[in-house]
């Protein structure tokens, strides 16, 4: 709604039409303007200081003597704190003893989930479902003010195409355009219309930028790409986010173009702000200024120059801004506006969020009572469980279970707690998980079931020497041919035996990357054990990651993957187990046959000798074939789909504005309800630059009953043929393309038309 504005110009009333957007804007700067002149340089730049204090320490170093910097005005926020009555502590101390009383930020690491833990985001992404997704960012945003929190690092879309990457479980895959679908619906709910609401919260995107790349799949690793590269598959999830409004942008550890992101002017000021148009706060991930010295960027002054002057805001930890930013100010290094427009940012980011009216508004008891652990939460995090499992492969139809036949569940996972709401899970706690002996007994009881636990979760000693002072908790209570032993014996004993396996939390996450992504020796003796019964054999996996499957794939009746799945895990699976529950999840990123193929992604380019059949002179390996194990967008269901040919509405897509209609009729052939996710794939056959063998481009999820048809409909227009070409221009060129429709991005229906833009 637009209201009038009046002012007297040379005694003439004018009176023009502003906008509310425009009035609180204005507002806003005002209030900002008026403050900032307050402000000394020193108060300035305590505003770009990123404090960690409380009882979660994410990195290495724990700031010093904090209450006493926020009492001097030298803490702009605090992060790894919540809870009202603790977040209240230091907000006072803010408000009340510091000359200006401006509020702090509170920020925390709302990864998937609050206290309420969703499936891992890898997990997530596989459920393909924006709506669900939606309601799961909404409920964390909920969560999370509710316990003090108003700034949550979250969303991360870095884009990954390595497994070995133990940060691959917090990312959305490998694919820009499902990756973009996701920034953006997470932003929107994260932060709603209105950051002043209460139970809404700024979300920082990370990590900028193309993180999920590091060389070999080893964390904090540097990353090296071309300009095109960057702007075709890994920067449009970031841009979808900044699109959406996201409030704030976290740097990454890695450099971009030789200079680390947080000291990068061209990544956060030329692309992020010119050309994108961001208007929030940049900040640092943690330490990475002090990492700069690492790098080889100079001494702790020379670095704090570098981030300050490059556009970053917010000095996360390292505190080097503190200490520098007024000599480097007064000798000119720094120009004062520089630091006015940071500081600037973030007093917007805290107006926004509405604390300089009501500082205290993220510290309610009532609603931390009544909104965290809710039981409209708790049935959303076994909804997000179940709809992200992904159904690897099913022979003979051993899955869904028959309640009436013995099974046997074997495996450390079986009763296992911790590690059921994976890692990054926050202020979640294990305790409350359901584990999936729990959720047998709360969805068919366990009368026709035998428990063993088969193997201890991990053998290798020099692995859990490195996951334990980290909270592993991992023991080897019995001896591991004991536990085999009772294994073989208890599956001799059932129909159908259900092993549950996987990784530990700490085996996936952040500084958690792995050289071989198989299941631990261990685990696979146990298997072979298993597999020598005769008996049918479903696999259980609990991971956040790819993993290495191939003789998994071969020796087992069928296989679930299950992620880390979080709070409610345990009642997810067994649904799904048992068929109350139909899995509907696609892969959101390629499972490797072996690590020797790793980077493996589905939209790679083709090369001047594409694969042959019979020519020794092609791009191929000798040991294994160049597919994967299973494709990107891979999942299967208890019912079967099939496709008819594609229907297109015309062979000519023309001008800017044209519009084709690609249609194909899919029908459950099964004896089964399910949902099948139908998507759009397209191939640019010839470009002025190399094209990828295809991309996507659309889904649609569909409900089929047994015998049903849907005709599903894609429109094609001239936005989803544009790419940047090698000037960095995004454009549409003429010519021929394909376009693929099917159940994944190997199992598709082809057909093609022309583009030609007059």
Known sequence: MKKLAACLVGGVMLVSCVSGTDRKEAEMNHFVDDLMNKMTLEEKVGQLNLVSVGFDVTGPILSENVEEKIKAGQVGGVFNTFTPDAVRKLQNIAVNETRLGIPLLSGYDVIHGHKTIFPVPLGLSASWDMDLIGRVARASADEASADGVNWIYSPMVDIVRDPRWGRVSESNGEDPYLSSCIARTMVENFQQDDLSKENTVMACLKHFALYGASEAGRDYNTVDMSRIRMYNEYLPPYKAAVEAGVGSVMTSFNEIDGIPATANRWLLTDLLRRDWGFEGFVVTDYTATMELLHHGMGDKAKVSELALNAGTDMDMVSEYFLETGIELVKSGRVSEAVVDAACRRILQAKYKLGLFDDPYKYVNEERAASDIGSDDKLALAKEAAVKSMVLLKNDRQVLPLDSVRKVAFIGPHVKGRRDLIGNWSAAGDWRKAVTVWEGIENTV????????????????????????????????????????AEAVRTAYQADVVVAVLGETFGMSGEAASRSDISLPDNQRELLKALKATGKPIVLVLMNGRPLTLEWEDSAMDAILETWFAGTRAGDAIAEVLYGEATPSGKLSMTFPRNVGQIPLYYNHKNTGRPFLDGQKYTTKYLDIPNEPLYPFGHGLSYTTFAYCDINMSGNTLSGNNGKLTASVIVTNTGQRTGVETVQLYLRDMVGSVTRPVKELKDFQKVLLNPGESKQVNFDITVDQLKFYNSDLQYVAEPGEFQIFIGGSSADVKSASFVYENK
């Not at 079931?449 to 592993?472: F, M, R, S, V, W």
């Not at 991992?474 to 004991?482: L, Q």
């Open 445 to 484: 009881g366990t009368a026709n079931c035998l428990y063993a636990q088969g193997c201890n979760i991990l053998e290798d000693e020099t692995l859990i020497d490195k996951l334990n002072p980290h909270g592993a908790m991992i023991e080897k209570k019995v001896s591991a041919d004991r536990l085999l």
